[in-house]
């Protein structure tokens, strides 16, 4: 089944993402959340703890797998993913720390941490739900577009177009780390379900070819196209190049 929310804008859309996400754990509290790190859903999670702090939530029994992280980049630094979700979520609910995972970008065999964060997803049993952004190139998680759909946790090179996208976050492009830790586009797809947020102008195209065009490695996210639950919340903006 595939779904499209169309918002009127990218409050809208957090709203209904967090809608999504809050379903999930009211119906199964010791569910499996996939989360995404990215400005995206930054918004989702702001709702999230909002109704957190109103006692309509409850994280205590929630697992959390993040989809990525940077190698090189310590736990501490502002920019690593690990940061980033304990100050936009973690910090903020009563989700136990030892059941959050993302996988570790200062581990000193990426090969094996790749390997050991893979057999954990799988141990967990996959994720109910997986909360995606979608990059301007189409990639999901840091699966960059290439030549055939990589399937496992692995280390990516990131494109130039990536670097050139996360630059803003930091002090030079030169201090943007040049490989990452992803899942892999068959470890994404093992989720029950899929969640995927859009927002702005600017992905409009990679919306339209996700979802609306050839299933191809090129496109990442169009390998989503093959999975049988998937939710599209995008503002309209993201939904631009989409007819109605
Ligand atoms: P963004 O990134 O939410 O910062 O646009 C999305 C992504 O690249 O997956």
Known sequence: MFRVYRTKNYEEMSRQAANIISAQIILKPDCVLGLATGSTPIGTYKQLVEWYDKGDLDFKEVTTVNLDEYLGIAHDNDQSYYYFMHENLFNHINVDESHTNVPNGMCADPEAECARYERL??????????????????????????DSFPAATHIVNLTKSTIEANKRFFASEADVPRQA????????MQARQILIVASGKDKADAVRDAFYGPITPTVPASVLQLHPNVTLVADEAALSGVQD
């Open 181 to 188: 830790i992803t899942m892999g586009v068959g470890t994404i």
């Open 121 to 146: 997803v799988r141990t967990l049993g996959y994720q109910d739900i997986q909360l995606l952004g979608i990059g301007r190139n189409g990639h999901i998680g840091f699966n960059e577009p290439c």
